[in-house]
């Protein structure tokens, strides 16, 4: 073998120029297929995080209820948040809490108490969503604690917690109070304890965090709550995970974020399908380009061919010499363009940045998908020397010395 890539390796430095060409493009068919698979992966990365990050993936619900999506337009990507108001609840919910909570692929179970009703101050009446949770289950799929811009997270008794736009329209800060009046007509009045920021104007403008103690006593539920939102570890399991839990309890309904958000499924699926279509393509570019250019060489190199036959050289070493250069030139330029791929991402995210000086979406470089990138170059590569070889070792050496 390692004759074979001596020769082989001459070969590929007696022409250098057909060499850099080959290489140039197979490092940039990579750096394209690195890069658009990056920029890709991100774009839906952020997408996904931006409509489901902070929101539950399943929500279970009373059976004869079904979510009501709240959509949200003015962030860069729309958001989809469920929930539902208080008619009737779910019974026997701690049961359920405490089934999710055994599941390995569930990460945050938050029961929750939800109602409309008007918070009033002054001249003001405006209307606002009452969610009465426990604060630390709610805050591992809203993160509120970590989005309390003054004050604190305390909802304990009459404490709540408010968004900044209903804040800044009712003019509050951390200690005021302001009367709460629900959709059935009663009415407290609550101490605000802080102020929080969802990253959302329709969620600041209209949600009330209360404990859900205070809110079953306010909307009377008794021992009954609104749904349990959940969120998972693998959001794309959120189907699969809503029917486990239909088959394992009655009168409930689990709704997941994919079945309410078919028309975003629908539009990553085009995404990834587009993306996998190019990436096809710039390779059967790269390996009709490896082809040609050996082919090509073989003619050039008959001479030699026929040369190392006439001493001895076997056909099948011979069709190795062209299998080596092919190997060699798609892993060397795969190496080379999957370094390119990564420096163009990196600039991409240092110089595509918004008003704010943050970059429009996160590019995560895979190692993974890098790696192969790298197998399916170099594999390119022999594919496209397997002709070449073939019609190498098919020359015969007395015609190939004698019409040299």
């Given at each position: 073998?390692?004759?074979?890539?001596?020769?082989?390796?001459?070969?590929?430095?007696?022409?250098?120029?057909?060499?850099?060409?080959?290489?140039?493009?197979?490092?940039?068919?990579?750096?394209?297929?690195?890069?658009?698979?990056?920029?890709?992966?991100?774009?839906?990365?952020?997408?996904?995080?931006?409509?489901?990050?902070?929101?539950?993936?399943?929500?279970?619900?009373?059976?004869?209820?079904?979510?009501?999506?709240?959509?949200?337009?003015?962030?860069?990507?729309?958001?989809?948040?469920?929930?539902?108001?208080?008619?009737?609840?779910?019974?026997?919910?701690?049961?359920?809490?405490?089934?999710?909570?055994?599941?390995?692929?569930?990460?945050?179970?938050?029961?929750?108490?939800?109602?409309?009703?008007?918070?009033?101050?002054?001249?003001?009446?405006?209307?606002?969503?009452?969610?009465?949770?426990?604060?630390?289950?709610?805050?591992?799929?809203?993160?509120?604690?970590?989005?309390?811009?003054?004050?604190?997270?305390?909802?304990?008794?009459?404490?709540?917690?408010?968004?900044?736009?209903?804040?800044?329209?009712?003019?509050?800060?951390?200690?005021?109070?302001?009367?709460?009046?629900?959709?059935?007509?009663?009415?407290?009045?609550?101490?605000?304890?802080?102020?929080?920021?969802?990253?959302?104007?329709?969620?600041?403008?209209?949600?009330?965090?209360?404990?859900?103690?205070?809110?079953?006593?306010?909307?009377?539920?008794?021992?009954?709550?609104?749904?349990?939102?959940?969120?998972?570890?693998?959001?794309?399991?959120?189907?699969?995970?809503?029917?486990?839990?239909?088959?394992?309890?009655?009168?409930?309904?689990?709704?997941?974020?994919?079945?309410?958000?078919?028309?975003?499924?629908?539009?990553?699926?085009?995404?990834?399908?587009?993306?996998?279509?190019?990436?096809?393509?710039?390779?059967?570019?790269?390996?009709?380009?490896?082809?040609?250019?050996?082919?090509?060489?073989?003619?050039?190199?008959?001479?030699?061919?026929?040369i190392l036959k006439a001493m001895g050289t076997?056909?099948?070493?011979?069709?190795?010499?062209?299998?080596?250069?092919?190997?060699?030139?798609?892993?060397?330029?795969?190496?080379?363009?999957?370094?390119?791929?990564?420096?163009?991402?990196?600039?991409?995210?240092?110089?595509?940045?918004d008003q704010t000086g943050d970059p429009l979406?996160?590019?995560?470089?895979?190692?993974?998908?890098?790696?192969?990138?790298?197998?399916?170059?170099?594999?390119?590569?022999?594919?496209?020397?397997?002709?070449?070889?073939?019609?190498?070792?098919?020359?015969?050496?007395?015609?190939?010395?004698?019409?040299?």
């Amino acid at each position: 073998m390692w004759f074979e890539f001596k020769v082989a390796w001459r070969f590929l430095k007696s022409n250098k120029t057909q060499t850099l060409l080959i290489l140039l493009g197979i490092i940039v068919g990579v750096t394209v297929q690195i890069f658009l698979g990056s920029l890709i992966s991100g774009l839906q990365t952020d997408l996904i995080n931006q409509t489901v990050g902070s929101s539950p993936h399943v929500t279970v619900l009373p059976e004869n209820q079904a979510p009501r999506p709240l959509v949200i337009n003015e962030d860069k990507y729309s958001r989809i948040i469920t929930f539902t108001g208080n008619e009737g609840g779910i019974n026997r919910w701690q049961e359920i809490e405490n089934y999710l909570n055994d599941q390995s692929e569930v990460t945050a179970v938050s029961p929750t108490i939800n109602g409309s009703g008007f918070a009033v101050r002054g001249q003001k009446n405006l209307p606002i969503v009452i969610r009465g949770v426990d604060i630390n289950k709610a805050d591992g799929i809203y993160e509120i604690t970590n989005n309390i811009i003054t004050g604190q997270s305390s909802i304990g008794g009459n404490n709540i917690i408010i968004g900044s736009e209903l804040a800044k329209e009712l003019e509050l800060q951390p200690n005021d109070t302001i009367k709460i009046t629900t959709s059935g007509g009663i009415s407290d009045r609550f101490i605000v304890s802080g102020i929080f920021d969802l990253g959302s104007k329709q969620l600041n403008n209209s949600w009330i965090f209360m404990s859900i103690r205070r809110a079953s006593t306010l909307f009377n539920f008794s021992d009954q709550i609104s749904n349990i939102e959940i969120q998972i570890e693998d959001v794309f399991a959120s189907d699969q995970i809503a029917d486990q839990i239909m088959a394992r309890f009655n009168q409930i309904n689990a709704e997941s974020w994919q079945r309410n958000n078919q028309q975003l499924l629908t539009a990553l699926q085009s995404q990834s399908s587009s993306s996998l279509i190019i990436q096809i393509f710039v390779i059967i570019a790269v390996t009709l380009g490896i082809a040609s250019v050996l082919a090509v060489s073989v003619v050039q190199k008959s001479r030699q061919i026929g040369i190392l036959k006439a001493m001895g050289t076997k056909r099948k070493r011979v069709g190795i010499i062209f299998l080596i250069q092919g190997a060699i030139l798609g892993l060397t330029g795969s190496l080379l363009g999957a370094l390119s791929g990564i420096g163009l991402s990196q600039l991409f995210v240092t110089f595509t940045r918004d008003q704010t000086g943050d970059p429009l979406f996160p590019i995560t470089v895979d190692p993974t998908f890098i790696i192969i990138s790298i197998v399916i170059a170099t594999s390119a590569g022999m594919i496209a020397a397997s002709i070449p070889a073939r019609n190498s070792a098919k020359l015969n050496p007395i015609e190939v010395i004698h019409n040299a």
